[in-house]
T-cell receptor
Framework: EPEVTQTPSHQVTQMGQEVILRCVPI?????FYWYRQILGQKVEFLVS????????KSEIFDDQFSVERPDGSNFTLKIRSTKLEDSAMYFC?????????????FGPGTRLLVL | AQSVTQLGSHVSVSEGALVLLRCNYS??????LFWYVQYPNQGLQLLLK??????LVKGINGFEAEFKKSETSFHLTKPSAHMSDAAEYFC?????????????FGQGTTLQVKP
């Protein structure tokens, strides 16, 4: 069964460093998302991506964050200068259709720790 | 704005007992509702979803949920808990503001199953 994959599974970085989180969505899906979950808190929406551009972003997704789909398969989230409060589990998701009822399929997540 | 509230961050049941995980939603339009499960070190997996076709929705692993508009609820149940059901469970609503179908999650409920 097709699945969303994410790398790395864990990343430790120093404050101020750049990190890139990688995701490979399900191959025929067109809609891509990043969510994050700070320890003990809700899963929060960060950004959605469709047709090679951001379709919606949350207040969290400021200028330090960027996304791209560089090669038609990978979907990346970059944090330019990490802060302590960026420590969280980051989930990538994808879905095939546009409808609100369409299922989003999630990857296993990347646990980011900023020191 | 749409929101989801899960009552009880931790639920503990004995093996073979009824599982009841509570979810209440707030939405000014008919909602699309989802239950996801997260097993340790894995991504979020869809258990079931409500898309207005039927108020009683059956999902995987013997779980089901009933949409009750009058109570704005979408509680998840399973008649008999198995040890393998121990996981974290998330209720979510698909946001109908905007056109991206981002998910808005509840706080999550950790289910413990005792032998």
């Amino acid at each position: 069964e097709p699945e969303v994959t994410q790398t790395p599974s864990h990343q430790v970085t120093q404050m101020g460093q750049e990190v890139i989180l990688r995701c490979v969505p399900i191959s025929n899906h067109l809609y891509f998302y990043w969510y994050r979950q700070i320890l003990g808190q809700k899963v929060e929406f960060l950004v959605s991506f469709y047709n090679n551009e951001i379709s919606e972003k949350s207040e969290i997704f400021d200028d330090q964050f960027s996304v791209e789909r560089p090669d038609g398969s990978n979907f990346t989230l970059k944090i330019r200068s990490t802060k302590l409060e960026d420590s969280a589990m980051y989930f990538c998701a994808s879905k095939g259709g546009a409808g609100w009822q369409e299922t989003q399929y999630f990857g296993p997540g990347t646990r980011l720790l900023v020191l | 704005a749409q929101s989801v509230t899960q009552l009880g961050s931790h639920v503990s049941v004995s093996e073979g007992a009824l599982v009841l995980l509570r979810c209440n939603y707030s939405s000014s339009v008919p909602p699309y509702l989802f239950w996801y499960v997260q097993y340790p070190n894995q991504g979020l997996q869809l258990l079931l979803k409500y898309t207005s076709a039927a108020t009683l929705v059956k999902g995987i692993n013997g779980f089901e949920a009933e949409f009750k508009k009058s109570e704005t609820s979408f509680h998840l149940t399973k008649p008999s808990a198995h040890m393998s059901d121990a996981a974290e469970y998330f209720c979510a609503v698909s946001a109908t503001s905007g056109n991206t179908g981002k998910l808005i999650f509840g706080q999550g409920t950790t289910l413990q199953v005792k032998p």
